[in-house]
């Protein structure tokens, strides 16, 4: 009698998108860009800190239909590099940091269901942020349960303070005593450089066609 060869089960699919957009307003995209932008900077120089904005983010093996998109997270412990989709089991750790850029229409969710959901994931802090009215909340887990972190917000994940000026949220270093680049900042200070050293380099040529 010859065995019938067992068939290899298929593989399972784990979609790169949800079908929805990164934000609702541009005010919302350029927050998460900005977030995005300065927390990579910061730990540029750590290569186990991975982070992320607008990733699917799939907590459960073997069920596709079971994953959350943070709009920025940050991973301590996890090698850098680009990834299409975070697998928390093939990582081997869930962020520890979660940022939602909330609204009016993902208030309700921000602040219940995706609380609770990733205080279930062990995500050590998570805050919520409305760029519409600078409205900010953070939460810090103790035990199973979030507890709300007094203001001023600090985050002891990151090593960082949490500012919001003209509606916007920013971060604050407060070993440098300095407000965390945003990009919109980053390539103005470039473009003022480029612009400085052009002018040394033509003083420069001045003084030496001095007699």
């Known amino acids: 009698m010859i065995a019938t060869p067992l068939k290899t089960p298929p593989a399972i699919f784990y979609p790169e998108t949800d079908g929805k957009p990164m934000g609702e307003t541009d005010v919302h995209i350029k927050q998460i860009l900005n977030l995005l932008f300065t927390l990579s900077w910061f730990y540029r120089d750590d290569p186990q800190a991975y982070v992320a904005a607008d990733l699917l983010l799939y907590y459960m093996e073997g069920e596709p239909k ?72 953070g939460f810090r887990l103790h035990g199973t349960e979030y507890q709300l972190i007094p203001s001023p917000l600090f985050s ?11 509606n916007r949220l920013r971060l604050y270093d407060p070993k440098t005593k300095t407000l965390l680049m945003t990009a919109e900042e980053e390539a103005a200070g470039r473009a003022a450089s480029d612009e400085e050293i052009k002018r040394l380099k033509a003083e420069i040529e001045r003084l030496k066609g001095k007699p």
Do not use: C, M
């Open 156 to 166: 002891e994940s990151l090593g960082l303070e949490l500012r919001v000026q003209a």
């Open 66 to 137: 079971e994953f959350v998109v943070p709009d920025v997270f940050v991973v301590k412990g996890v090698p850098k590099g680009e990834r299409r989709v975070y697998k928390v089991w093939e990582e081997g750790r869930a962020p520890d940091v979660v940022f939602e850029i909330t609204s009016l229409s993902t208030r309700r969710e921000d602040l219940g269901s995706k609380k609770v959901l990733y205080a279930d994931l062990g995500i050590t802090e998570y805050f919520v942020f409305d760029p519409t009215n600078g409205s900010l909340h």
